[in-house]
């Protein structure tokens, strides 16, 4: 079973930025971020391919946030720029154990077999 620890989260002002990790005790596949508002359904963020060519965005950080991995590490990144306080939430970082190849990239939380705890995001007004 492979664990996710998610950390980088924390308090910032509109407009700043915040760059959140992922650590994988073992090999993982496509990897991605989702977020949970109070209140609100878990919604996708960002996911990245095994080989870190593809990406796939929602429309509401498109522009704003990066991801990125390094596979040596087993890590990946997400650097959030511009922030706004809608994006204040707590960000979860997802994995897969499957191999469709290394290009291949799902938005799917349903395709994901490995959740981290959370880390905590607020931007405050």
């Known amino acids: 079973q492979v664990q996710l620890v998610e950390s980088g989260g924390g308090l910032v002002q509109a407009g700043g930025s915040l760059r959140l990790s992922c650590a994988a005790s073992?090999?993982?596949?496509?990897m991605g971020w989702f977020l949970q508002a109070p209140g609100k359904e878990r919604e996708f963020v960002v996911a990245?391919?095994?080989?870190?060519?593809?990406?796939l965005y929602s429309d509401f950080v498109k522009g704003r946030f990066t991801i990125s991995r390094d596979n040596a590490k087993n890590t990946v990144y997400l650097q959030m720029n511009s922030l706004k306080p809608e994006d204040s939430a707590v960000y979860y970082c997802?994995?897969?154990?499957?191999?469709?190849?290394?290009?291949?990239?799902?938005?799917?939380?349903?395709?994901?077999?490995?959740w981290g705890k959370g880390t905590l995001g607020t931007v405050s007004a």
């Open positions: 073992g090999r993982t596949y496509v």
């Open positions: 997802a994995a897969s154990n499957a191999d469709y190849g290394s290009g291949y990239v799902t938005q799917n939380a349903h395709a994901m077999d490995y």
């Open positions: 990245i391919s095994t080989n870190g060519v593809n990406k």
